[in-house]
């Protein structure tokens, strides 16, 4: 008993401090201020002592970034960086390890070797609760939390303790196309509209990576155009960084600026969408 | 009709363990007709329920006389066992069995020795080792369906949880509600009992006080109490290991480990990996 009582003390001291994200950049005001900023000024500023001059500093970098389990290498040995604002997709065949990529990347999974660099920081440095609010995630399908959409986008605010103002979750609903629907209850939604609320809640923790994954392969066809659109729309708007799981090509090639193929959990070949796409095409 | 044949009591109870085993086993083929196969299971269980139970009527025997200690080292002896029967329950919660030692040690050992003291309980070995053994059986259970709730509704809500991971709440708070939910379920057979009691059944115990001809009306009380400390074992017990099992689901960089096998073969489901 004592034993177990000791583990689970352990297991709690493990857990990292709350969530450190009390400075100014992460307010509310500052949410509401970005969110109507629409001027292309410098995207996220970075302030790490080994800045590259030449380059856009990569916000988001992986180091032979690998999970292996049961033998099975889902993620093999992928070094990537990418850039502050940049759209890179992730493209490949089922089964080729995009989800488990994505997965590793706002540490949901444990990498087996190699790690991710957040703003050149090891992110094994970073408390898992703070780097999850830095990388926000929207799923295949959206997991709405019982209650209303409103409930929905104060979730990540409220686990630091901050309450996100009504006119902050107005603005965000807004910028989703759900304008005026704060109080519906999110059990009431097509999938559409809880797409959308997904998205929103993920914003609603002012992230600066954004990770997509497949996020309207889920939608019917009008639907998925819709989002689609809006995701375009809201990245740029937001200036965030973005990797997006994708199985459609096309779509890759209108949202993305970058695209890497993965196959077998192994990096095939990043660049711009069109050079890769024609490499995939040829693997066929 | 039995009691006619037989003289002697020993041979008495083989006979009457065979015609219930039989009935048991009866109701394990008609289940198989249904296609529920419980033969390997129901089989295993009487043997071992007859073999221990036989085990522990020998020891009594010779406890009987014995010093204090052998009390407290059966009931000890119990708790472990009743631990282990439960974690196999939960194959595949890690660390299920110290998990249900310490909430079954401490849920039903808190209630024994507070009533022991108090004097509720007596402390001559043969009323403190049955009181005390349905007190940590009613712990067990009640343990073994906290588990098994918790893992069930775990593995169901994977998504939801790693949601409100991914939106960085802690591991607690991400699984606050399914701890919950496992807790009040597995007092439901705890309070049907107390609900039901004198209505639906009328226990071994207080059987057991009318056969050797105790005072009906003490008896009648005497079953109240055992079924409000059974309560009280079993809610400590409860809110015990559905805290403590509520740490086993994470790793310490706060993922969610505790997930359908499946999902943890390439291809087993959406969210991927282990």
Known sequence: MLRSLKLFKTHRQALPRLAVSQGPQFSPSFLRASLLQTSSQEPVRTTGKQSYSAEPRPVLQTEHLSRIVSATRLVDDVSISVRAGEILAVLGPSGAGKSSFLRLLNRLDEPTRGTVYLAGQDYRQLAPRELRRRVGLVTQTPFLFPGTIADNLRFGPRQRGEDLPAETIALLLEQVGLAGRAERDTATLSGGEAQRVSLARALANSPTVLLLDEPTSALDDEAKAEVEALLGQIVRQHRLTCVMVSHDRAQAARLADRVMFLKGGRLEKIGPAREVMHVADTLH | ?274
Not at chain 2, 27 to 46: D, F, K, N, P, W
Not at chain 2, 160 to 172: D, F, M, R, V
Request: charged share 10%; net charge positive.
């Open chain 2, 1 to 274: 009709m039995l009691q006619i044949l037989f003289t002697n009591q020993l041979a008495l109870g083989c006979t009457q363990a065979a015609a219930a085993a039989g009935l048991a086993l009866l109701v394990m083929l008609i289940a198989r007709t249904r296609e529920i196969h419980l033969e390997r299971e129901t089989l295993v269980a009487l043997l071992r329920g007859i073999v221990q139970i036989i085990v522990v009527g020998s020891l009594l025997l010779l406890l009987l006389r014995g010093p204090a200690w052998t009390t407290v080292l059966l009931l000890a002896a119990m708790m472990v066992a009743a631990a282990a029967t439960s974690a196999r329950r939960a194959a595949g919660v890690p660390g299920a069995f110290r998990v249900s030692l310490a909430a079954i040690a401490a849920g039903a050992g808190t209630v024994i020795a507070l009533m022991t003291w108090a004097g509720v309980i007596d402390t001559a070995l043969t009323s403190l080792v049955p009181i005390g053994s349905m007190l940590i059986s009613n712990a067990m259970n009640t343990n073994s369906l906290t588990l098994h709730r918790f893992r069930s509704e775990v593995e169901a809500h994977g998504g939801l949880i790693e949601t409100a991971l991914a939106l960085g709440a802690a591991p607690q708070r991400a699984v606050a509600p399914y701890v919950q939910a496992s807790c009040q379920a597995s007092l439901i057979p705890a309070l049907d009992s107390l609900n039901s009691l004198g209505i639906v059944w009328i226990p071994g115990l207080m059987a057991g006080m009318l056969l050797s001809g105790a005072d009906p009306l003490y008896a009648a009380i005497y079953q109240f109490v055992t079924i409000a400390m059974m309560f009280a074992a079993a809610g400590f017990t409860a809110l015990l290991s559905s805290l403590l099992v509520r740490g086993q689901a994470f790793s310490p960089a706060e993922q969610l480990t505790l997930r359908p096998q499946a999902a943890a073969l390439p291809g087993g489901s959406r969210s991927g990996s282990k």
